[in-house]
């Protein structure tokens, strides 16, 4: 299963005598991705979990309309990315919550999630990355978890590749800045 | 999508004197057993009960039509509230308060930037004028974050800018 590429998978759909069969081990393919990169932004293992489900189920119902302009990859993570900031806006939009109380908010998710083992240093460097601008916050995960290339990122987010390093840069200052003064 | 690698993540770490490149954080989330091996299941599930909702409601039926319609109208008059809304003079300015734009002025003497180039890095970029001016002042000395600033300045100069939108331009 792993080693179906993209194109291999996208021809298997349209092609195929079993697209289901095909969007299966799509969802195999990148689930664990797609899961921890909106994780990593929304913070409880249950929004995480209907919004990855969102997102396949998009990707379901538009993959019939994909032209391949850009990667699945790319196109899944770009869905990914906006159902996460959907949540967070509406989240915020419900409450009336001004941006600082939502990083406090999901800085109190993020200690009252059952699913977090984090210690001490872990949870103190992920306050300092939920401190973080949003988009700043997309850019460090991308780069430092996920080890993504500027330039896959810059498909994703439609930016600049030197923009998103600069943007990683400011980031990863501000977190060590967080963290001492912590 | 091929990854940089860790040795680049580390390298690029290293560079910045860094501590993050001391030791990989592994975000330490954790998950309920085996949510992977039915995630796939769940979804197929949930796609094929949405078909089912599809189905029933027929795209020649009263109901799906007369929806269609309301819809439709909803959007055509949002859109246009929301053109009007745009096209109101004042809103321009708003972009930035004026006191956004005293305090940006301020403290872009203090950095030695011109205060038209940092409004433009502002609108052109998605960091904000803290983002740029931490790296002058926190970091002056520092030959990468200039670097920083050089690629700002470069890139605002191929964006394709809508020169109406841009502040300088009202200032000018």
């Not at chain 1, 081990?25 to 797609?34: A, F, M, S």
């Not at chain 1, 379901?60 to 990914?80: H, N």
């Not at chain 2, 308060?97 to 205060?115: I, K, Q, R, T, V």
């Not at chain 2, 990468?144 to 000018?172: F, G, V």
Request: hydrophobic fraction near 40%; glycine fraction near 4%.
């Amino acid at each position: 299963m792993g080693s179906y590429s993209d194109a291999e998978l996208l021809k298997l759909f349209f092609e195929g005598d079993n697209p289901n069969y095909a969007f299966n081990l799509i969802v195999r393919k990148y689930q664990q991705p797609i899961y921890w990169h909106v994780r990593r932004l929304v913070i409880t293992h249950e929004d995480a979990d209907d919004i990855v489900q969102d997102v396949f189920l998009k990707a379901w119902k538009g993959l019939t309309k994909f032209r391949g302009d850009s990667g699945l990859f790319t196109w899944l993570y770009r869905i990914a990315t906006n159902e996460a900031l959907s949540l967070l806006k509406r989240k915020k939009n419900r409450f009336f919550i001004p941006i600082l109380d939502v990083e406090k908010q999901l800085i109190d998710a993020l200690e009252s999630d059952v699913y977090y083992s984090g210690d001490e240093i872990q949870r103190n460097i992920q306050k300092a990355i939920l401190a973080l601008p949003e988009k700043q916050r997309i850019v460090f995960n991308l780069r430092y978890y996920d080890e993504m290339k500027y330039e896959d990122m810059a498909k994703i987010l439609d930016t600049s590749a030197g923009a998103l390093k600069a943007s990683y840069h400011h980031a990863v200052k501000k977190i060590e800045k967080f963290v001492k003064k912590d | 999508m091929k990854k940089a690698g860790k040795e680049d993540i580390y390298d690029e770490l290293s560079e910045l004197k860094s501590s993050l490149a001391a030791d990989k954080l592994t975000g330490d989330f954790r998950l309920p057993e085996a949510y992977f091996e039915s995630l796939p299941q769940r979804i197929q599930e949930a796609a094929a009960s949405q078909q089912v909702i599809e189905n029933s409601l027929p795209l020649h039926s009263w109901i799906r039509r007369h929806a269609l319609a309301v819809t439709f109208a909803g959007i055509v008059g949002l859109t246009t509230i929301g053109f009007l809304w745009m096209n109101t003079p004042e809103e321009k300015a708003s972009f930035l308060s004026m006191d956004e734009l005293f305090e940006m002025e301020f403290f872009s003497l203090y950095a030695n930037l011109d205060a038209h180039h940092l409004y433009d890095m502002v609108l052109e970029t998605n960091l904000s004028a803290d983002d740029i001016l931490y790296s002058q002042y926190a970091h002056n000395s520092s030959e990468e974050q200039d670097a920083i600033i050089d690629y700002l300045y470069n890139s605002i100069q191929h964006y394709p800018m809508d020169t109406d939108m841009l502040i300088t331009a009202d200032i000018q």
